[in-house]
């Protein structure tokens, strides 16, 4: 077992030092935000209160982001567990890998995060109009026993998904094949009225969030309205996207075939993202509401922004890992439109499209939407000049350097995959 995982180590070193960079960055900004939390008591106030939650949801957000990073690893590793479930190993021995594969990793992970929280916190202190008093025994405390949680949690997911990839193997394995009957090709389509009521309620939520944005007396409520509407758009890329897809299959979008083609590949994308678009249509208005509280306290004030960043950078390097997962899957496909006679230059066309839709639909029309909602709280004093900036510029900054990331990598694997004979004979 230890000679196997020295392989596939040697072998995927590229995407283990990928995963240990993003488990750096994640946890040292797991370890800041646990500082921040720890150089207040909370006897002092309401307003202590409220600045130790801040710091808490971003570590909660850090913790939760993390299993999600686990788990997009994991896709990538379902045909490696096969193999060693296929080689007999024994539950000592799958135990014996996912301790030394996963938690060495993680150990590696937090260890230098630790290292590297403790550099930003004096980064932080130096050019910080507030100073963060804090004690390092209660900090490594709270920092190692939130790193405990996330390797219970993770042995907890890996291992219950060795034993559903065992149980698929022992289906398979005991199938009999049955007698089958005539085959009618006559398929009956059946009324779409799920989808239907799904669109109904995402347009609603679109219409109800543009309505309440626009109501000035509503202010208080911009972040709710903000929420609503991510969730709504979301709601229509993933369920009335491809029930418009089966609608105008045959109508349109067969005598376009390069339309088809994007919106397929859009479809996918957004599935793919999907889980952590939801958490940044949750945290974003949180944090607003923090904004709008209006606590006029330079550690208050200091105590959000740097949560605040933090929280973003956080979701921002997942939507780049998650990505990069996903960026394998894609490898058939451009192999088939080879096969086709599609040129190089038509498939870089399809897949900047992609990037493009996509850019528009999750970063763009929410920015306009989000800058709207920010200058609105701005004429009625819900937030200062510097912090109006500061929200806008790193929300759009950050996600436009994304949309350009995703293109660059569509592009990258393109030309690697078109001009490579080894992903041909993978994929005849």
């Not at 030092?17 to 750096?24: C, E, M, N, V, W």
């Not at 309401?46 to 850090?62: A, K, N, Q």
């Not at 997911?157 to 394995?173: E, T």
């Not at 592009?411 to 041909?424: G, L």
Request: charged share 15%.
């Amino acid at each position: 077992m230890f000679d196997y995982l020295k392989k596939i180590i040697k072998s995927q070193w590229k995407m283990y030092s990928f995963l240990i960079l993003i488990l750096l960055c994640l946890s040292s900004f797991e370890f800041v935000l646990l500082c921040i939390y720890s150089c207040f008591e909370i006897n002092q106030g309401i307003d202590t209160i409220l600045l130790r939650f801040i710091p808490t949801l971003g570590v909660f957000v850090s913790m939760f982001l993390t299993l999600l990073m686990n788990n997009y690893f994991l896709e990538s590793k379902k045909e490696e567990f096969s193999i060693i479930l296929l080689s007999g190993c024994r539950n000592r021995e799958i135990i014996f890998y996912i301790i030394v594969q996963f938690g060495v990793l993680f150990l590696i992970g937090d260890f230098l995060g630790g290292v590297l929280g403790i550099g930003l916190m004096k980064i932080i202190n130096l050019y910080s109009k507030y100073y963060f008093y804090y004690i390092y025994d209660r900090v490594f405390c709270l920092y190692i026993a939130f790193f405990i949680c996330k390797i219970i949690y993770i042995y907890m997911i890996n291992f219950s998904q060795f034993i559903q990839i065992k149980m698929s193997i022992s289906d398979y394995l005991t199938h009999h094949q049955q007698k089958t009957s005539k085959v009618s090709f006559k398929i009956k389509k059946q009324k779409p009225i799920k989808e239907i009521l799904i669109t109904i309620l995402a347009v609603l939520m679109i219409v109800f969030s543009l309505q309440g944005l626009f109501q000035i007396e509503n202010s208080t409520l911009l972040p709710i309205y903000f929420m609503f509407f991510l969730m709504g758009e979301l709601i229509l890329i993933n369920t009335t996207i491809p029930f418009m897809y089966d609608l105008l299959h045959d109508s349109y979008l067969l005598k376009n075939p390069k339309g088809l083609t994007v919106l397929s590949y859009v479809m996918n994308l957004s599935k793919v993202l999907g889980s952590i678009v939801y958490v940044l249509s949750v945290v974003v208005p949180v944090c607003l509401v923090v904004y709008f509280l209006k606590i006029d306290s330079l550690a208050y004030v200091s105590v959000s922004n740097i949560s605040y960043i933090m929280m973003l950078l956080m979701m921002f390097i997942c939507f780049i890992l998650r990505f990069q997962v996903y960026l394998p899957q894609i490898h058939q496909e451009i192999v088939v439109k080879k096969a086709l006679g599609f040129r190089l230059k038509e498939i870089q066309s399809i897949y900047r499209d992609v990037a493009v839709v996509f850019v528009l639909l999750i970063d763009i029309f929410p920015f306009i939407l989000y800058g709207t909602m920010l200058y609105l709280a701005y004429l009625q004093n819900q937030i200062t000049y510097n912090n109006m900036l500061l929200l806008s510029l790193s929300y759009l900054i950050l996600f436009l350097i994304y949309g350009c990331y995703i293109n660059y990598q569509y592009q990258k694997t393109i030309k690697e995959v078109y001009f490579n004979v080894k992903y041909i004979n993978r994929s005849e």
